[in-house]
């Protein structure tokens, strides 16, 4: 009979190894748990950033609506303005015409008075002048409603937009200018000099309108007195339009002479 063998199994370097596959599984397994809470991490990021930009555009949107709704509320109020203006200018211009119309009922009347006390003073050139005036606004008024209306318009739209100075050249040779209310009167030694000193004085008068036309007329001026103011003209509307800067418009017209002097004798005293 063989004998008994007996099985000595060394258990220490198996435990060693159960331990480092169970260490190597921890690694693994703990390894992949910070990835997967890192890509986690990433995709929360992602849609925060997501819902944030949907936020904004939402946001956005809102805004741009509230503005096209102010935007559409504030047209219809200004297109009600502008209606409401066009009413009430409408209204005004046909009480304009209407007191125009009334007060040249008398017209015939009234210019012959004035004829009569310009030929009566001498201004037998402004006599002629106003009555061949008259006459052809008598006309006109024998013509039709629609086209004494359009004259009436235009005179009136003229008068709200138009400033009227004078520029005249005395007797003395001295340059007057006035705008009707005030006058300043300058010598002059050359044409730059004279569009200097126009310049100068017409910065005290009222502030014009859009369109100012400066009118030129001389007395039993010399010659040399009215070439020089003819030649300062061009000078004197380019300093006033530089200086305007584009708000207003200069231009110029040139009447030439007049025995009565100044066509607007009733403007205030001259200041040297």
């Given amino acids: ?150 004259f009436m318009l235009q005179v009136d739209e003229m008068q709200k937009h138009v400033t009227i100075w004078e520029i005249h050249v005395q007797v003395n040779g001295q340059a007057l200018i006035t705008d009707s209310q005030q006058s300043f009167v300058s010598d002059f030694s050359s044409d730059a000099d004279l569009a200097a000193r126009l310049f100068e004085s017409s910065k005290s008068f009222s502030e014009p309108k859009l369109l100012i036309v400066v009118l030129l007329t001389w007395s039993d001026a010399q010659a040399v007195a009215r070439r020089r103011a003819t030649d300062a003209m061009p000078l004197l509307m380019e300093q006033l339009r530089r200086d305007a800067g584009g708000t207003r418009w200069y231009d110029f017209s040139i009447i030439g002479y007049r025995a009565q002097g100044s066509l607007f004798n009733s403007a205030k005293p001259p200041t040297p």
């Fill in 1 to 150: 009979m063989l004998p008994k063998r007996r099985l000595a199994l060394q258990l220490t370097p198996l435990l060693d190894l159960l331990l480092i596959v169970m260490f190597s599984q921890y690694i693994e397994n703990r390894h992949r748990s910070v990835v997967a809470q890192e890509t986690l991490a990433v995709r929360e990021k992602a849609l925060d950033t997501r819902q944030a930009e949907d936020d904004a555009l939402i946001e956005q949107r809102r805004l741009a609506l509230e503005k096209d709704v102010a935007d559409q509320k504030a047209l219809l109020a200004e297109l009600g303005r502008t209606y409401d203006e066009k009413f009430r200018s409408i209204l005004n211009q046909h009480h304009q015409i209407g007191s125009i119309l009334a007060e040249s009922l008398n017209l015939p009347g009234n210019v012959m008075t004035e004829v009569l006390k310009l030929r009566t003073s001498g201004s037998t050139d402004d006599a002629a002048r106003l009555q061949d005036a008259a006459e052809r606004l008598q006309k006109l008024m024998q013509a039709r409603g629609e086209e004494i209306f359009r």
